[in-house]
Nanobody, 123 residues
Framework: EVQLVESGGGLVQPGGSLRLSCAAS????????MNWVRQAPGKGLEWVSA????????RYANSVKGRFTISRDNAKNTLYLQMNSLKTDDTAVYYC????????????????WGQGTQVTVSS
């Protein structure tokens, strides 16, 4: 069974930084595109970022472009999301997901998803 385990969330002040990690197992990590998707309180899923299999191509939602950086280490089967200049609007549960996730309307029925890690941005 595919396993994706996110970590690194927490409480941070506006303007601060966090680095999320997603440890992958039970599938060939290096052959899958990977994504970060978030869900703010009372809102739907929002796609955040994607990276191709070897990390040579990345894509970001306009809301995080220039502040977040996605990366991966295929030797460690781990996906990362470096989040800088955090805003209160970034408060959400952050999920990693494998495969070709719909950028416009992410769907949990597509790909495998982790359990999520909470990020709270507040003063």
């Amino acid at each position: 069974e595919v396993q994706l385990v996110e970590s690194g969330g927490g409480l941070v002040q506006p303007g601060g930084s966090l680095r999320l990690s997603c440890a992958a197992s039970e599938f060939t990590f290096s052959t899958y595109a990977m994504n970060w998707v978030r869900q703010a309180p009372g809102k739907g899923l929002e796609w955040v970022s994607a990276i191709n299999t070897d990390g040579s191509y990345t894509r970001y939602a306009n809301s995080v472009k220039g502040r977040f950086t996605i990366s991966r280490d295929n030797a460690k089967n781990t996906l990362y999301l470096q989040m800088n200049s955090l805003k209160t609007d970034d408060t959400a549960v952050y999920y990693c997901a494998n495969g070709l996730i719909d950028y416009i309307k992410p769907n949990r029925a597509v790909g495998s998803w982790g359990q999520g890690t909470q990020v709270t941005v507040s003063s």
